[in-house]
């Protein structure tokens, strides 16, 4: 039996192609995506083409986590996905890739140039940037990370101590 989602529960998710590869590779995990339930059989998440609404149904037959076991109270979730479809239209932050990227490949300390940061935290929202924002503006902390470091890895591996 699999797990029908609640309002405001975020799923980790491992998709396929090239990007989702490289992202799995790069971050040690093998979750490469996060998106957020918002009700009715729809989700939002953030992908190269921005931060979008789309049906939960075009992740059937790929493999979910849930965080089911989070405890969230109905304030909570409303807020939750509230904040998620607030931030649709929002562009997709390419600079937070790069700075991630930079940190894979050992060139942290090139990461932390003010510059970089800015951007990051003004252009867009990746996926796991979204769902940590998302939570953290309900008053749920769910990453000790600024939310545009949170890496699907990181939240996959709070699922398991959940």
């Not at 405890?71 to 909570?76: I, K, V």
């Amino acid at each position: 039996m699999s797990y029908t989602p609640a309002i405001g529960d975020y799923a980790v998710v491992r998709t396929n192609g090239v990007f989702g590869k490289l992202i799995r590779v790069g971050t040690l995990s093998r979750w490469n995506h996060v998106i957020v339930y918002v009700g009715d059989g729809w989700i939002v998440e953030a992908n190269p083409k921005g931060v979008q609404l789309r049906p939960l149904s075009e992740y059937d037959g790929m493999s979910l986590a849930w965080n089911q076991h989070e405890n969230l109270t109905p304030e909570h979730r409303a807020a939750i996905a509230a904040n998620a479809r607030a931030l649709v239209g929002k562009e997709y932050s390419f600079a937070t890739i790069f700075i991630l990227a930079l940190r894979i490949l050992g060139l942290k300390i090139l990461s932390n140039f003010a510059v970089l940061r800015y951007l990051a935290k003004k252009e867009g929202y990746i996926c796991s940037e979204l769902v940590v924002t998302c939570y953290d503006k309900a008053g749920i902390s769910i990453s000790d990370k600024p939310d545009y470091l949170t890496t699907p890895g990181d939240l996959a591996e709070r699922l398991m101590y959940q």
